[in-house]
Protein backbone atom coordinates (compact mmCIF):
# COMPACT_ATOMS: atom_id res chain seq x y z
CA UNK A 1 0.00 0.00 0.00
CA UNK A 2 1.12 3.42 -0.86
CA UNK A 3 2.67 5.46 1.60
CA UNK A 4 1.41 9.47 2.54
CA UNK A 5 4.16 10.75 4.92
CA UNK A 6 2.26 13.18 6.87
CA UNK A 7 4.31 15.73 9.14
CA UNK A 8 4.08 19.72 10.51
CA UNK A 9 1.21 18.94 13.25
CA UNK A 10 2.21 20.15 16.67
CA UNK A 11 0.64 22.99 19.47
CA UNK A 12 0.06 26.13 18.40
CA UNK A 13 -1.28 29.49 20.41
CA UNK A 14 -4.92 31.65 18.71
CA UNK A 15 -3.28 33.33 15.88
CA UNK A 16 -0.59 31.29 15.45
CA UNK A 17 0.41 29.32 12.19
CA UNK A 18 1.39 25.67 10.99
CA UNK A 19 2.76 24.49 7.96
CA UNK A 20 2.08 20.79 7.15
CA UNK A 21 3.90 18.39 4.70
CA UNK A 22 2.59 15.20 3.10
CA UNK A 23 4.82 13.23 0.57
CA UNK A 24 4.45 10.42 -1.25
CA UNK A 25 6.79 7.47 -0.67
CA UNK A 26 6.00 5.21 -3.30
CA UNK A 27 7.81 6.83 -6.78
CA UNK A 28 5.41 4.62 -8.83
CA UNK A 29 2.19 6.35 -7.23
CA UNK A 30 1.38 9.71 -8.94
CA UNK A 31 -1.52 11.44 -8.08
CA UNK A 32 -3.69 13.94 -9.92
CA UNK A 33 -4.83 15.24 -7.47
CA UNK A 34 -3.53 15.71 -3.51
CA UNK A 35 -6.62 16.76 -0.31
CA UNK A 36 -6.53 17.77 3.09
CA UNK A 37 -8.80 16.63 5.28
CA UNK A 38 -9.49 16.90 9.19
CA UNK A 39 -11.51 15.03 11.79
CA UNK A 40 -12.12 16.84 14.95
CA UNK A 41 -12.30 14.67 18.27
CA UNK A 42 -16.13 13.24 18.40
CA UNK A 43 -16.71 14.81 14.92
CA UNK A 44 -16.50 13.48 11.18
CA UNK A 45 -13.68 13.69 8.87
CA UNK A 46 -14.24 17.20 6.35
CA UNK A 47 -12.86 18.93 3.87
CA UNK A 48 -10.31 21.40 4.12
CA UNK A 49 -8.56 21.78 0.68
CA UNK A 50 -7.29 20.11 -2.15
CA UNK A 51 -4.86 20.79 -5.50
CA UNK A 52 -4.43 19.70 -8.66
CA UNK A 53 -0.93 18.29 -9.30
CA UNK A 54 0.10 19.43 -12.66
CA UNK A 55 -2.26 22.58 -13.34
CA UNK A 56 -2.43 23.49 -9.53
CA UNK A 57 -5.71 24.69 -9.49
CA UNK A 58 -7.09 24.75 -5.34
CA UNK A 59 -10.47 24.45 -3.38
CA UNK A 60 -10.97 25.36 -0.30
CA UNK A 61 -13.73 24.93 2.51
CA UNK A 62 -15.56 28.29 3.81
CA UNK A 63 -14.15 27.85 6.92
CA UNK A 64 -10.44 28.26 6.18
CA UNK A 65 -10.74 30.63 3.44
CA UNK A 66 -8.24 33.58 3.85
CA UNK A 67 -6.52 31.83 6.16
CA UNK A 68 -5.06 28.23 4.63
CA UNK A 69 -2.72 28.17 1.54
CA UNK A 70 -2.33 25.10 -0.50
CA UNK A 71 0.90 24.43 -2.08
CA UNK A 72 2.23 21.42 -3.84
CA UNK A 73 5.99 20.20 -5.66
CA UNK A 74 5.08 18.83 -9.22
CA UNK A 75 8.21 16.99 -9.05
CA UNK A 76 7.96 14.55 -6.19
CA UNK A 77 4.09 14.84 -5.48
CA UNK A 78 4.18 16.66 -2.59
CA UNK A 79 1.55 18.83 -1.02
CA UNK A 80 2.14 21.39 1.99
CA UNK A 81 -0.98 23.26 3.81
CA UNK A 82 0.25 26.59 5.44
CA UNK A 83 -2.53 27.47 8.12
CA UNK A 84 -2.38 31.10 9.34
CA UNK A 85 -4.45 32.28 12.20
CA UNK A 86 -5.28 29.59 13.92
CA UNK A 87 -8.72 29.60 15.74
CA UNK A 88 -9.31 26.64 18.29
CA UNK A 89 -11.95 25.55 16.02
CA UNK A 90 -9.04 24.02 13.37
CA UNK A 91 -8.47 21.81 16.20
CA UNK A 92 -8.52 18.10 14.63
CA UNK A 93 -6.62 15.53 13.24
CA UNK A 94 -5.51 16.44 9.98
CA UNK A 95 -4.65 13.38 6.98
CA UNK A 96 -3.37 13.71 3.81
CA UNK A 97 -5.52 11.91 0.50
CA UNK A 98 -4.10 11.52 -2.69
CA UNK A 99 -6.06 10.58 -5.74
CA UNK A 100 -4.37 8.29 -8.46
CA UNK A 101 -5.51 6.54 -11.49
CA UNK A 102 -4.33 3.31 -10.10
CA UNK A 103 -6.13 4.18 -6.68
CA UNK A 104 -6.57 6.32 -3.45
CA UNK A 105 -4.30 6.54 -0.56
CA UNK A 106 -4.11 7.86 3.30
CA UNK A 107 -1.57 9.07 5.06
CA UNK A 108 -2.16 8.39 9.42
CA UNK A 109 -2.57 11.98 10.17
CA UNK A 110 -0.98 14.17 11.86
CA UNK A 111 -2.64 16.36 15.29
CA UNK A 112 -3.33 19.93 15.22
CA UNK A 113 -4.15 21.37 18.44
CA UNK A 114 -4.79 25.19 19.19
CA UNK A 115 -4.42 26.83 22.52
CA UNK A 116 -3.44 29.11 24.72
Known amino acids: QVQLVESGGGLVQPGGSLRLSCAVS????????MRWYRQPFGKEREFVAL????????DYADSVKGRFTVSRVEANYTMFLQMNDLQREDTAVYYC?????????WGQGTQVTVSS
Open 97 to 105: NAEAMTGTS
Open 26 to 33: DSTFKPYT
Open 51 to 58: ITIAAGVT
